[in-house]
């Protein structure tokens, strides 16, 4: 709790803050370190307890006004319904490898904007993890953040070219080329696998 208050107040008020512990909280501490949040106007509140504690996120949800960013850990479109239906989530997050893919995700996504909430995918991984989350969102009428690996660096590999990168104005720029728009560098992986010929 410390450490959120010493943030804001390095960081000022209009700097966008939010507080992801990954299920670390019972819900006593949740719902504690979820009012320090709503006090100090952190934008949102990412799993702060385990997923299947249900009645405990619908629970926060209704006590807090920081959003709680849900779905990360959820694996079946049904299950999205249901944590919406019990409002359980001021936020849909998802994971594309839990969901079905774009696919899946599409549905989730398009799930969330018909009960009014926004989805913000999971961006975490290397550069082809990240492009299909950003497709995602580039697609998505209801998703507005963009979530960067620090040091950005983090995500980059040797058989990609292009890396995924914040500009001067604070935007990741959309690709240009073809599929996911991130094509592999073929001579870079060649240098790096070594055939076998049984």
Not at 43 to 61: S, Y
Not at 71 to 96: K, P, W
């Amino acid at each position: 709790m410390e450490e959120i208050k010493e943030l804001r107040k390095a960081l000022g008020d209009e700097y966008v803050l939010a507080h992801d512990p990954v299920q670390a909280y019972n819900r006593y501490e949740a719902l504690k370190v979820g009012r320090l949040l709503d006090e100090l106007d952190y934008l949102w509140f990412e799993d702060p307890i385990r997923t299947t504690d249900l009645d405990g996120l619908v629970e926060l949800a209704s006590r807090l006004d920081v959003p709680l960013h849900v779905g990360e850990f959820l694996a079946s479109i049904s299950d999205f319904a249901e944590y919406i239906r019990r409002g359980a989530m001021g936020v849909v997050r998802l994971i594309a490898d839990n969901v079905g893919g774009i696919s899946g995700s599409m549905r989730v996504g398009l799930l969330a904007d018909a009960f009014g909430l926004e989805c913000t995918p999971h961006n975490w991984g290397n550069v082809l993890d990240l492009a299909v989350h950003f497709h995602l969102e580039l697609a998505l009428p209801n998703a507005y953040w963009f979530e960067m690996p620090h040091p950005a660096e983090y995500a980059d590999r040797p058989y990609h070219k292009d890396k995924f990168r914040v500009d001067k104005d604070g935007y990741i720029l959309a690709p240009k080329a073809p599929g996911l728009g991130y094509p592999f560098d073929r001579d870079a992986l060649d240098k790096m696998t070594k055939r076998i010929d049984a």
